[in-house]
């Protein structure tokens, strides 16, 4: 009898260990399992300039690069994304809350599946923008249960790995959820497009360069000059250096829906700064006031700054300078205008700071590359002569990026934080080619700096540069813009920048805009002239979608470091363990 006893007790404890062991190596699969993912302005200002040659430049390196631009800098079809880790990645939640081993070879799987996101260096947007729509389902009113909200998190997006094994768990999880103040949804506010959420690695482009009679006493880029192209030969085609005559005929291809405004408008800036609230607005700056200090069309810009930080402090904007190629630019004249910057509007509650990045502010610096890389390691080098670095004016400084090869060089001999792509044209540089971002990206990660990706809703300069039809790019119903939007959130960049939120002569703007038909216009006077709209989406859509993108982006990169924390915790204990 006692023989049989202890039989029985080394069978039972056999078994118990064969559990524990079992246990062990499904806690060290999950461990192995966590992510690992690593990974303007306008063409030209008035014709005249660095900007003119700019464009000849990259007009000409374009036809010389047809092949290229043909097949590698030309947007696939999104049919075509590289997502197939994506399709793939399907876990069989049905068994999910049943047998261990079905949960052991699904863990095999994702780690093969991750394997695969790891090649492709990019973060399925589909799994964050169909997370955010349960778990949105999910919230709406109290008569759905505790007990539906676990099921519509049990189904979410292929892929993500429940870490809970239980409806119980689950709830327990959403009820801790609910109770975060952080991961409350922000409300839209008096049926806003803009909510109470703030979203400041989002950065919107903006141009405060508009006068008209009312508030200015004259029209100023309202009645942009039709620019000549550089070749003769081309120019004489088209109709050149004449203006045109606003209220009903300006030099953009879409009419805005508060009309051809100034940007010293009281109520056009309080407009503006109520919907961009959220953001940090890169504003357009053609350096401290001088007579060589304004654009194109002999806009000095630093003139509307008092007015911006006025209504950006009492809407609670963030505010930031796109530092633009003013006659006789260099790097001694850019640290004297980072100096008066910071004396003049760094006091301001507006005046941007990243706070993560220690404390400072953010300068977009357009044109860069006319500048010699070896003069802004001058001031953008720590070793540098006269260097910024670690005094109150130091700053975040990222280049224009239009050349893979050329400004990753440019960006580390000249000492810059980062870079950002601006231009809105898919496909018009290797910058604003869509299908590179991704390595891009993982090259300004890999060498410790800042990217900021710029995404816009399509591209159409005609009416001041009827010449440049190859680079107008359609709005497709508003897929252009969506597109642009996802395959940024897919990289994860340390920004996503909007290109623009007025840049009306290059039809890049997400302001709204409003039907309009005028009897001529001062390219064909023989016939009516419809401006462009946003169609049936309705005027207010892309400042709508701009901000469902700006979740979904603050959303993916909550759980991107969620994720790491996690990575970071089970490491430990593995090694605890061993």
Not at 7 to 25: A, E, K, P, R
Not at 324 to 342: F, H, K, M, T
Not at 568 to 577: A, E, H, M, S
């Amino acid at each position: 009898m006692k023989v049989y006893k202890v039989v029985i007790f080394l069978g039972i404890f056999t078994l118990s260990c064969s559990t524990f062991l079992l246990t062990i190596n499904t806690q060290s699969e999950l461990s192995i399992f966590d992510d690992t993912f690593t990974s303007h302005a306008p063409l030209f200002r008035g014709g005249k300039g660095p900007n003119s040659e700019k464009l000849q430049h990259l007009v000409e390196e374009s036809e010389r690069s047809k092949a290229f631009s043909s097949q590698s800098l030309r947007m696939k079809p999104s049919s075509q994304m590289s997502n197939t880790h994506v399709n793939n990645k399907i876990v069989d939640k049905s068994n999910v809350q049943h047998q261990s081993l079905q949960r052991k070879e699904d863990f095999r799987g994702e780690i093969k599946q991750e394997e695969l996101r790891e090649e492709s260096h990019s973060l399925p947007v589909e799994e964050v923008a169909k997370s955010s729509e349960k778990e949105n389902e999910a919230n709406e009113g109290d008569e759905i249960t505790q007990t539906e909200r676990a099921q519509v998190r049990l189904k979410q997006t292929e892929g993500e790995i429940l870490e809970a094994d239980t409806v119980d768990n689950l709830i327990e999880e959403e009820k801790k959820r609910k109770d975060q103040k952080d991961e409350k949804e922000p409300q839209l506010l008096d049926n806003d497009v803009m909510d109470s959420g703030l979203y400041r690695d989002v950065h919107v482009f903006y141009y405060p360069w508009y006068a008209n009679l009312k508030i200015d006493g004259l029209w100023k880029h309202w009645n942009h000059n039709i620019l000549p192209h550089w070749d003769n030969q081309i120019k004489q085609r088209y109709l050149h250096d004449v203006k045109y005559t606003p209220p009903d005929d300006i030099g953009a291809n879409f009419y805005p829906l508060r009309g051809p405004y100034s940007s010293m408008d009281p109520e056009i800036l309080d407009a503006h700064f109520r919907e961009l609230r959220g953001y940090v607005v890169i504003v357009s700056w053609w350096g401290r006031p001088s007579d060589k200090s304004v654009d194109g069309e002999g806009y000095q810009t630093d003139l509307t700054m008092n007015a911006i930080f006025e209504h950006a402090e009492k809407w609670g904007a963030k505010i930031a300078f796109h530092l633009e190629p003013y006659q006789g630019r260099n790097a001694e004249s850019v640290r004297l205008d980072l100096e008066y910057i910071e004396e003049k509007y760094g006091k301001s509650p507006a005046f941007y700071r990243d706070e993560k990045r220690g404390n400072r502010t953010v300068i977009y610096l357009y044109d860069s590359y006319h500048t010699p890389a070896q003069a802004w390691a001058t001031i953008f080098s720590p070793f540098g002569s006269h260097t910024i670095r670690g005094t109150k004016i130091d700053a975040i400084i990222l280049a224009l990026f239009l050349e893979t090869n050329r400004d990753k060089l440019f960006i580390l001999e000249g000492s810059f934080d980062g870079g950002y792509t601006y231009f809105g044209a898919e496909g018009f540089t290797q910058g604003s080619t869509s299908s590179m971002w991704p390595s891009i990206s993982n090259w300004f990660k890999e060498n410790n700096k800042l990217f900021s990706i710029s995404v816009g809703p399509g591209y159409d300069d005609t009416k001041i540069r009827p010449w440049n039809y190859q680079n107008k790019r359609d709005r497709a119903g508003g897929k252009y813009y969506d597109d642009h939007w996802q395959k940024a959130v897919a990289c994860l960049p340390s920004f996503i920048s909007v290109t623009s939120y007025n840049e009306w002569h290059e039809g890049t703007q997400i302001e709204p805009s409003v039907e309009k038909t005028i009897p001529n216009t001062l390219m064909n006077k023989d016939a009516p002239y419809k401006y462009e709209d946003f169609g049936d989406l309705g005027a207010y859509y892309y400042m709508k979608e701009t901000l469902k993108w700006s979740k979904l982006y603050q959303k993916a990169k909550k759980k991107k470091k969620k994720k790491k924390k996690k990575k970071k915790k089970k490491k430990v204990l593995c090694v605890d363990t061993t």
